[in-house]
C-alpha cells in the first residue's frame, strides 16, 4: 500500500504558519507523512527567531521573490503573481521529487489565499483541498456575497440574514477582497469533489458549517497545539513557527501574580494601533489597576511602540511590556484573567480553548464579524465601544476590562461560557470527537483519490 503522503503548501504570515504546522502534527499523529512547502522569507525568519521546528515534518522552502519578508505596504498583487509562479515550479518539482525518491505524493492541502495550488494538483492528478483559517462564518458570508454582488445570483442574502445579523459596517467589510475570493472559488469549482478544512469545530459554529454543506466545510479544528486540548502529547505545547524571537523574561513574572489577575493584550502579527489609541489602552490599563502582560512589537524600522508612550514607566511598574511571546503559553498560565484582542480568528479560537473571557478591539478584515461571534454568540466576552473619532477611550477599555474580570453577573455568565468552550474544543479533537472524525474521514478520502 502508498503511504499516505500530503504536502502542504503555506503562506509567510504568522496566522497562517501557526495553523497549517497545527494541521501538520495531526496529520502525522494520523499516521501520514507530511511534507510543508512555504517560503525562504518564511523559513529565514522561522531559523533567526530559533523556533524550534517540530519534530518529524520535513520543510521545503521556495524563494517568491520577497525573501526579506513581506510588508503590509508592499505590492500585494504582485506578491500573488510571483507567489504563484514560483511556487507551481516548486511543487512541481517536489512532487517529481517525491515519486523519484519512491515516497510519492498523495494529496495536497494548501492555505485558502494560495488557489494556484489547486491548478498543480489537477495536473498531477492528485486530490487537493484548501485550508480556510479563517472562521465558517466568514466563508459562508463571503461564498454568500460573492453569489449575490459579483455573479449576481439571487436569493443568498436571506440565508445571511438567518445565519447572521449583519450591520453596514460588516456587509462593506466583507465586500472587500470578494474577487480574490472569487479566484479562490474558481479553483474549487474545477474539482468534482470540493472539499474545504476549515479551522473551527462542529460544536462552535454548526449553523454556518450547515448553511453550505457539512459535506463541503469540514471543521478540523481548532488548531491549536495538543497539550491544550487532548493533552496527550504533553511536549506539543507550541506551534512551533514564530516568525518573531520571544522574549524571555515573562513566565517567571506570570508565575508571581495571583491567579486570574493579569490582563494580557496582544493585537496579533500584523496591525500596529496609532499612538493615540495607545495611550488611551496605556491608561486604561493603568486605571483598572491590574497586572497586565502587553505585546507591543519592534516596528520594521527598529523602534519599539512603548518608547512612544507618555506613561512609559508608570506600566512599567504596573505590569510587563513584551514585542513577543508564545500565546498559547501565556493564555494557559492560571494567573491570566483577561485577553485584550483584536480578535484574529486565530487569537480568538486559542482564547475559546484556554477558556479566557475577552475584550474585544477589533480592526479590519475578519476582526469586526469576530468579535461580534464572541459577544453576541459564543458570549465570552465583550466588545468596546468606539467614540466619535474611532478611537477606544481609556475609560472604556477600563470599564470592558471591569465587566469580564469582575464577578457581576455579566462578568460570572462570561466566565461560565469560556469554561463551556474550552470542554467542547477538547470533545472536537478528543479520538472520537467530531473534528478527529472530519479529519480521519479526509486522511481515508484522500488515500482513496477522492
Ligand atoms: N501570537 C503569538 N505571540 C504573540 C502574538 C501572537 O504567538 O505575541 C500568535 C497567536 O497565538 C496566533 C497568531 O500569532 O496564533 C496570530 O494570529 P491571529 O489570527 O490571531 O492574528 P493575525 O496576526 O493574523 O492578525
Redesign the pocket.
Known amino acids: 500500500m502508498v503511504h499516505t503522503h500530503i504536502v502542504l503548501i503555506s503562506a509567510p504570515?504568522?496566522?497562517v504558519i501557526?495553523s497549517v504546522i497545527q494541521f501538520a502534527k495531526n496529520l502525522k499523529r494520523m499516521g501520514v507523512k507530511v511534507t510543508i512547502l512555504s517560503s525562504v522569507s518564511a523559513q529565514n525568519r522561522m531559523a533567526k527567531a530559533s523556533s524550534s521546528t517540530p519534530d518529524g515534518l520535513a520543510f521545503v522552502s521556495f524563494s517568491d521573490g520577497y525573501d526579506n519578508g513581506l510588508e503590509l505596504s508592499d505590492n500585494l498583487e504582485h506578491f500573488r503573481s510571483e507567489n504563484k509562479r514560483r511556487g507551481s515550479k516548486a511543487l512541481s518539482e517536489l512532487i517529481k521529487a517525491s515519486s523519484e525518491e519512491g515516497c510519492p505524493v498523495t494529496g495536497v492541502v494548501y492555505a485558502m489565499l494560495l488557489p494556484w495550488v489547486a491548478e498543480v494538483a489537477r495536473e498531477f492528478k492528485l486530490p487537493s483541498a484548501p485550508l480556510w483559517i479563517q472562521s465558517a462564518t466568514i466563508f459562508t458570508l463571503k461564498f454568500a456575497m460573492t453569489l449575490r454582488v459579483l455573479l449576481n445570483y439571487p436569493g443568498w442574502e436571506r440565508s445571511l440574514v438567518t445565519i447572521f445579523p449583519l450591520s453596514c459596517f460588516l456587509l462593506i467589510t466583507f465586500s472587500v477582497g470578494l474577487q480574490g475570493f472569487k479566484e479562490q472559488l474558481d479553483a474549487l469549482n474545477a474539482e468534482v469533489n470540493p472539499k474545504i478544512l476549515v479551522n473551527t469545530f462542529d460544536a462552535l459554529e454548526s449553523k454556518a458549517l450547515r448553511a453550505i454543506g457539512k459535506q463541503y466545510l469540514i471543521a478540523i479544528g481548532p488548531l491549536v497545539p495538543s497539550a491544550f486540548l487532548d493533552g496527550k502529547d504533553p511536549s506539543d505545547n507550541a506551534?512551533g513557527g514564530?516568525l518573531l524571537q520571544k522574549s524571555r523574561d515573562y513566565v517567571e513574572w506570570l508565575d508571581s501574580k495571583p491567579q486570574s489577575s493579569v490582563v494580557y493584550i496582544?493585537f496579533?502579527?500584523?496591525?500596529n494601533l496609532q499612538l493615540q489609541e495607545m495611550e488611551e489602552i496605556a491608561r486604561g490599563l493603568l486605571e483598572s489597576n491590574r497586572p497586565f502582560l502587553w505585546?507591543l512589537r519592534v516596528l520594521a524600522d527598529g523602534e519599539k511602540q512603548e518608547d512612544k508612550l507618555s506613561c512609559k514607566e508608570k506600566l512599567e511598574k504596573q505590569g510587563l511590556i513584551?514585542s513577543?511571546?508564545?500565546?498559547?503559553e501565556v493564555l494557559s498560565h492560571p494567573s491570566v484573567g483577561c485577553f485584550v484582542t483584536?480578535c484574529?480568528?486565530?487569537?480568538?479560537l486559542?482564547s475559546l480553548v484556554l477558556g479566557i473571557p475577552v475584550v474585544c478591539l477589533p480592526q479590519f478584515t475578519d476582526q469586526p464579524a469576530n468579535a461580534k461571534l464572541l459577544e453576541d454568540e459564543f458570549k465570552t466576552g465583550v466588545r468596546v465601544t468606539k467614540n466619535d473619532e474611532g478611537i477606544v477611550e481609556g475609560d472604556e477599555i477600563k470599564r470592558c476590562i471591569e465587566l469580564v474580570m469582575g464577578d457581576g453577573e455579566i462578568g460570572e455568565e462570561i466566565k461560565k461560557n469560556a469554561k463551556k468552550w474550552k470542554y467542547l474544543a477538547k470533545e472536537a479533537v478528543k479520538e472520537g470527537g467530531s473534528s478527529y472524525k472530519n479529519l480521519k474521514t479526509f486522511v481515508d478520502e484522500i488515500e482513496d483519490g477522492f
Open positions: 504570515f504568522q496566522g501557526n506551534f514564530d496582544s496579533g502579527s500584523f496591525f505585546v513584551v513577543w511571546c508564545s500565546q498559547v483584536h484574529g480568528w486565530n487569537s480568538t486559542e
